[in-house]
């Protein structure tokens, strides 16, 4: 697999088996709880495909992997 670019990257945070993220990369939304369920984390942290879809805005993130802080997705979330 080739190496993931950091802009290709997003911060997460755990809190009691929920996964929120600060701020939403689309829309811009702050402390956004997400839908995503522990058994979608665990196939991320496995590095299998899963799709997020962002209750705030709807848009959609396609997470390739997963680390202790971060969500490595297929497409650029920030600036250079």
Avoid at 3 to 14: A, D, G, H, L, S
Avoid at 24 to 34: A, G, K
Avoid at 54 to 59: F, G, I, R, S, W
């Amino acid at each position: 697999m080739d190496v993931i670019p950091f802009v290709n990257t997003w911060p997460y945070e755990r809190l009691f088996g929920d996964i929120y993220l600060q701020n939403c990369p689309f829309c811009h939304s702050d402390n956004v709880l997400t839908n995503m369920k522990k058994s979608e984390f665990k196939r991320a942290q496995e590095g299998i495909k899963t799709v997020l879809i962002l209750p705030c805005c709807n848009e959609k993130m396609t997470i390739l992997e997963v680390d202790q802080d971060y969500f490595w997705t297929d497409k650029q979330l920030r600036r250079d």
